[in-house]
């Protein structure tokens, strides 16, 4: 089952920003800024200790699935996958996470955060080459289109200037004015999320 509780719960478990709020994030009204400890009644007076091993592989699988909004399953399916791809398989997983619809809608600048462009996804404002698609998990491919519906483009025009000023990776373009975006290439290793270590995931399901 999907965690539908407060987000800011997830980032102060994981005792750091995982922008889960959008604009809240760059607040003083962020949580994790404001109460720096763990949820729940003893988060108050417990301190930090220094993790195990399995405790720091265990805390970085945490977070990449919570940044990407994804259940244990899928999450260990992508482990899974990656593993059985040629390459690296820390640089795979990435991959993997990097080009789903809804991670690409979120870097594209088009959504505040991963859980706002996965509804846009849902709802059915986006379309891949010109073909509608309502699946967050499905992954783009190099030189892929993407395009929105008339519902959604109406907002799109509001938060144009916002839009436009977004910082994107270098494997994705944006044409403000057409409102089109283009998967230029894989996403490379400079370009991934550095929000968590990906050797540690890979360590807990090799385990």
Known sequence: MRNTGPKCRNCRREGTKLFLKGAKCFTSKC?????????????????????TGFGTQLR?????????????RQFSNYVLKASSTKG????????????????????????ESRAAARQIVTHGHVLINGAKLDIPSYHVEVDDIVTFDKDITVQLEKRSEMIAKATRPAWLDYETKSMTGRVLSKP????????????????????
């Open 31 to 51: 949580p994790v800024a404001r109460r720096p400890f763990a949820p729940g009644v003893h988060g108050p007076s417990q301190t930090r200790v220094k993790l």
């Open 60 to 72: 970085e699988k945490q977070k990449a699935k919570r940044l990407y909004g994804l259940l244990e």
């Open 88 to 111: 690296n398989t820390g640089e795979m997983l990435q991959q993997l996470l990097e080009t789903r619809l809804d991670n690409v809608v979120y870097r594209l600048g088009l959504a």
């Open 188 to 207: 490379q290793s400079k370009d991934m999320e550095t929000l968590f270590d990906v050797t540690p995931i890979i360590e807990y399901y090799s385990r």
